[in-house]
């Protein structure tokens, strides 16, 4: 996991989020988490590989995606 150091923080906003962490009985740095966490889990979220492909428009036909077998050509010494 990676680690993000944030600075020139207004002196307020620090101890709002000390009240904060408080009220939820945490840390400030796990609050910090916590609130990035809420703000960017709607970005971050990913679906699963099914619901991707589901949502892929049905265009061409399967033949489209055929694999041209033929057979394997002579070698000459």
Known sequence: MGQLIVRNLEDDIIQAL?????????SAEAEHREILRES???EVSRGSFKSFLASMPAVG?????ASVRELPRDVSP
């Open 61 to 65: 036909d399967d033949a489209d995606f």
């Open 40 to 42: 960017l889990a709607k």
């Open 18 to 26: 000390r009240r904060r962490a408080a009220q939820h009985g945490r």
